[in-house]
């Protein structure tokens, strides 16, 4: 029987005749990228983005180890050295009480940064909340969130921030308050609209119709789906929440003194910009350098999460 078969496949060989054979195991399987593979693709594709997200990383690293780092204590103050000028001993300088400008910098950071976390982690928690109910549900619920949420957003940010920091006073905690009622509705609404696409997607029905709860369609399909798109979004308002936090301090409704925040050192050291711009040079520097590497990585995330992107 073998001698047979073998025997009528090389005559159906030599008769032209095609024989097929079982493809092998895993052909055409598309390969799953894997977290290194997609991090060295990132690195690789998005050089301006890796630059500010090391910086990022570094900034994040300094304020960490703040107490190690800084050379003085940033509430010290030397009578002998008022507005010395960046140099040897004070790399950049002294302030008007003799306080280390380097210092007050590296513990400005910790408060910039504290103050950008909280305010992210709190405003996206309750804005993919809100956006996850207002998407789904859709309806009556839908209309009413939405209109608080546009009643919100039609007041300019920094408006709104300062008008309720002043209500509550200054603090760090009143701060992220401010920050977070600001912040909220912008994750809500793009939460919002990616749940909506979402839900018209096939599988989001057969689970429905497998009986899935809501609160399962929600968490389960929804919000997997939106990681990257609030990903990208809480990037870019890091950065604004670092500079809103500045503008609060600089209008004495921040972290209140002696609290080395970036904003109240600008303020403070207004008076004497002709006499040692060092004062407000070196804090503008670390503001905007902070905010532009939190916009770079987020612009770079959002390049390269984008599946529309051809790379």
Do not use: C
């Not at 090391?54 to 010290?76: G, S």
């Not at 401010?178 to 696409?197: D, H, K, N, S, Y």
Request: hydrophobic letters at 50%; aromatic letters at 6%.
């Amino acid at each position: 029987m073998t001698e047979r078969s073998a025997t009528e496949t090389d005559s159906a060989a030599r008769a032209g005749g095609a024989v097929t054979e079982p493809p092998p195991s895993g052909a055409g399987e598309i390969p799953v990228e894997t977290r290194g593979q997609a991090t060295l693709r990132f690195v690789r594709t998005q050089k301006l983005g890796t630059a500010a997200g090391l910086f990022v990383v570094l900034l994040i690293l300094l304020a960490a180890f703040a107490a190690v780092v800084a050379p003085f204590d940033p509430t010290e103050q030397n009578r002998n050295a008022l507005l010395a000028a960046p140099g040897v001993g004070h790399w950049l300088g002294t302030d008007d009480l003799g306080r280390d400008l380097l210092s007050r910098i590296i513990h400005g950071a910790r408060i910039s940064l504290y103050v950008g976390t909280v305010t992210v982690v709190v405003s996206l928690s309750l804005g993919v909340l809100v956006g996850l109910v207002a998407g789904y549900i859709g309806g009556a619920v839908d209309g009413a969130l939405q209109a608080l949420i546009d009643a919100i957003l039609s007041i300019p940010p920094i408006v709104l921030a300062l008008f309720v920091a002043s209500l509550l006073g200054p603090s760090i905690s009143n701060v992220i308050v401010a920050l977070t009622i600001v912040t909220a509705p912008r994750f809500a609404r793009v939460a919002r609209g990616e749940m909506q696409r979402v839900k018209s997607e096939d599988y989001i029905e057969a689970a429905v119709v497998l009986g899935a709860s809501r609160a399962r369609v929600m968490l389960r399909h929804g919000l997997p789906n939106m990681v990257p798109a609030l990903t990208v979004v809480a990037s870019l308002g890091f950065g604004n929440v670092i500079i809103a936090e500045a503008a609060l301090s600089f209008l004495g409704i921040g972290p209140p003194p002696p609290q080395p925040s970036w904003g109240l050192m600008l303020s403070q050291g207004m008076m004497y910009f002709e006499l040692a711009p060092w004062i407000v040079i070196f804090p503008g520097v670390a503001i905007s350098l902070a905010v532009l590497s939190f916009n770079l990585f987020g612009d770079a995330l959002r390049d390269f999460l984008d599946p529309k992107l051809v790379r």
